[in-house]
């Protein structure tokens, strides 16, 4: 299953265009085998169409919405169990069906179609000027690099938080037995369940090297097999992976 990134605009006019020339950006770089760049201005209804037909593991949009934010704000939100009234599901399909497409409207009627993957966020800009005009406005250039910084942060963690929900799943299935070290990991797992929300590391990697000492030091109990062995350090090693393009994103 693929994830897909979408650059959610409205088509020359002014920093409502963001969306679309973030994709544009994106599409010509190295993101992943598994990831796929579209520009997604042709109406929600479209939108939500094509996303049933793709069915992907995740889902990052990209765009200007209007929140009443200083103009240039960039801001990631995750999207996270919307489940929508029926009356306002007919209400974003009504002006979806004109070909009306914003990034609120495409999570609304993604959700209301049943399309929109578990694992979706948005990366939003406040606008500035929205103008018709056929290039961004200079303002809003810092705030496209930002936004495509932010796109690229997410892309990447999408691995290290797909292992962070198998571990999860995994505890609940055959729970180890108490340790030093499987203490670490469920604090890690907090840790990375909270990166997904915030999008903020917060004590990862302290918590990362922690678990590695007890490894090393045969603090983890007894019960392990080789799944959970195979969970653990592949969750260590593509933190191993994450931390420099972190530091250097």
Not at 146 to 171: C, F, K, M, Q
């Amino acid at each position: 299953m693929t994830v897909l990134v979408g650059g959610v605009g409205q088509l020359y006019q002014g920093d409502l265009d963001l969306g679309r020339l973030a994709a544009e950006r994106l599409a010509g770089e190295a993101l992943g085998p598994d990831v796929l760049v579209e520009d997604l201005h042709y109406g929600a209804v479209a939108v939500a169409q094509r996303l049933q037909d793709l069915r992907p593991r995740a889902l990052v949009l990209v765009g200007a919405v209007t929140r009443d934010r200083p103009p240039g704000m960039v801001e990631r939100r995750r999207i996270r169990d919307l489940r929508l009234p029926p009356e306002q599901v007919q209400r974003a399909v009504a002006d979806a069906v004109t070909g009306h497409v914003t990034l609120d409207l495409v999570i609304e009627v993604a959700a209301g179609f049943g399309a929109l993957p578990a694992r979706t966020t948005a990366v939003e800009v406040e606008p500035g000027r929205v103008e018709p005009t056929e290039r961004l406005p200079l303002n809003a250039g810092r705030a496209l690099e930002s936004a495509i910084g932010l796109v690229r942060a997410e892309v990447r963690r999408i691995p290290l938080l797909e292992l962070a929900d198998e571990l999860r799943t995994r505890s609940q299935d055959a729970p180890l037995e108490p340790a030093p070290a499987v203490d670490t990991l469920r604090d890690l797992l907090g840790e990375l369940a909270r990166l997904e929300e915030r999008g903020r590391w917060g004590t990862t990697f302290a918590l990362r090297d922690q678990l590695r000492r007890q490894i090393a030091d045969g603090q983890t109990g007894f019960g392990m097999d080789h799944l959970d062995w195979g969970l653990w350090w592949a969750l260590i090693e593509e933190l191993d992976r994450l931390q420099p393009l972190e530091s250097a994103g």
